[in-house]
C-alpha cells in the first residue's frame, strides 16, 4: 500500500470517527459508502491487499448496518 493510499484511507476514517463522536448516522453512512468506493478503487488498481480489502470492506458494510 502506498503513501497515498493510506492517506485517503486516514482521511475518510478520521471524518467518520468525528461524525460517530456526534452521533450524526447520515454522514457516518455518507463516508462509509465514500469508503467502500475508495476501497474498491483501491483494489481494482492493486493498491490494497486482498486482504486488508476484505477486512475494510467488511468492517464497512457493518458499520453503515450499525448507523442506518
Same mark, same amino acid.
Given at each position: 500500500?502506498?503513501?497515498?493510499?493510506?492517506?485517503?484511507? =486516514?482521511?475518510?476514517?478520521?471524518?467518520?470517527?468525528?461524525? /460517530?463522536? &456526534?452521533?450524526?448516522? !447520515?454522514?457516518? @453512512? =455518507?463516508?462509509?459508502?465514500?469508503?467502500?468506493?475508495?476501497? /474498491?478503487? &483501491?483494489?481494482?488498481? !492493486?493498491?490494497? @491487499?486482498?486482504?486488508?480489502?476484505?477486512?475494510?470492506?467488511?468492517?464497512?458494510?457493518?458499520?453503515?448496518?450499525?448507523?442506518?
Amino acid at each position: 500500500m502506498n503513501e497515498e493510499s493510506v492517506r485517503s484511507l =486516514q482521511t475518510h476514517l478520521t471524518a467518520i470517527s468525528h461524525y /460517530e463522536d &456526534q452521533e450524526d448516522a !447520515d454522514k457516518v @453512512t =455518507q463516508h462509509m459508502r465514500g469508503l467502500k468506493v475508495l476501497l /474498491e478503487h &483501491q483494489r481494482v488498481n !492493486d493498491l490494497i @491487499t486482498e486482504d486488508a480489502f476484505n477486512v475494510l470492506n467488511t468492517y464497512t458494510d457493518e458499520l453503515i448496518e450499525e448507523w442506518q
